[in-house]
Nanobody, 119 residues
Framework: QVQLVESGGGLVQPGGSLRLSCAAS????????????MGWYRQGPGKQRELVAV???????NYVDSVKGRFTISADNAKNTVYLQMNSLRPEDTAIYYC?????????WGQGTQVTVSS
């Protein structure tokens, strides 16, 4: 069982920045038998959950089109932590952001953190 603890959400004005953190309870990206990819989903009001960004063992990343050029996902393996740097935030980025990890075909989820972009 992988435990994920998120932090960093909050209220920010349009154009502002936030950094989300997701700390895993075990080492990340160290073995094919362990956590091989992590990322962030989000679910806005009245919307379906969507995959925002993912980072894989080896360092490859992918983003949903709507955040490309504004969000950056990164990992600190020594801290077992993945980050989502969010810049140029827009009201439509308002959502609950959920961290996930994929380990041998099983997904594990964080508790979610609220991001609200509003003036």
């Amino acid at each position: 069982q992988v435990q994920l603890v998120e932090s960093g959400g909050g209220l920010v004005q349009p154009g502002g920045s936030l950094r989300l953190s997701c700390a895993a309870s075990e080492t990340i990206f160290s073995s094919i038998l362990g956590i091989n990819d992590m990322g962030w989903y989000r679910q806005g009001p009245g919307k379906q959950r969507e995959l925002v960004a993912v980072i894989r063992r080896g360092g490859s990343t992918n983003y949903v089109d709507s955040v490309k050029g504004r969000f950056t996902i990164s990992a600190d393996n020594a801290k077992n932590t993945v980050y989502l740097q969010m810049n140029s935030l827009r009201p439509e980025d308002t959502a609950i952001y959920y961290c996930y990890s994929n380990k041998r075909g099983s997904q594990y989820w964080g508790q979610g953190t609220q991001v609200t972009v509003s003036s």
